[in-house]
């Protein structure tokens, strides 16, 4: 499932986790509420903590996440939406302009990335907009890990309850 989704200032680091997990997650934490509705796309899901954005952006698909956790948020966003995992993409998404990256040529990153991770790696990915540079590291282990357990403990798990509004 292809979702765009819209997170207010309050929620950053679950926009974090909805890019980790391939989603296109549009965030500018210094956005004033009254912009949120310029970034409006058709079908955009909005996702908020706030209650004045929560009323005011009523007539638009909206999820009122409850819980503090980013975790728990996330189980929030899944369950409200009915996603799977078969419907993540991990790592396609740059986590700082929400830029899809692209795969590169090894040599292209020799002098851009430490030596040893250079020398280690073989598969490297840039964001053609910010020009970020990824790779496999032990952090993207322990990110799957918790993808992982996202999903199988979403039975197991009891979210607060998320109010989804669509239109």
């Not at 952006?57 to 975790?71: C, G, Y």
């Not at 990335?113 to 840039?126: A, H, I, K, L």
Request: aromatic share 8%; with cysteine; charged share 30%.
């Amino acid at each position: 499932m292809q979702v765009t989704f819209i997170a207010d200032r309050t929620l950053g680091r679950l926009a974090k986790w909805l890019r980790i997990l391939g989603f296109d997650t549009l965030y500018d934490p210094e956005a004033a509420d009254s912009r949120l509705h310029d970034l409006c796309r058709p079908g955009s899901v909005m996702l908020t903590r706030t209650h004045r954005v929560r009323l005011k952006f009523r007539s638009r698909n909206l999820i009122f996440i409850k819980s503090n956790d980013p975790e728990d948020q996330l189980r929030e966003v899944i369950k409200a939406l009915n996603l799977s995992q078969a419907d993540v993409r991990p790592f396609s998404r740059c986590l700082i302009c929400n830029t899809p990256i692209e795969l590169i040529e090894k040599e292209s990153v020799r002098n851009a990335v430490p030596d040893y991770v250079w020398e280690t790696q073989n598969d490297f990915r840039q964001c053609p907009r910010c020009r970020k540079i990824y790779w496999h590291g032990s952090h993207t282990d322990r990110s799957m890990e918790r993808i992982k357990s996202l999903f199988e403990g979403l039975d197991k798990h009891k979210v607060g309850g998320s109010h989804t509004e669509f239109s």
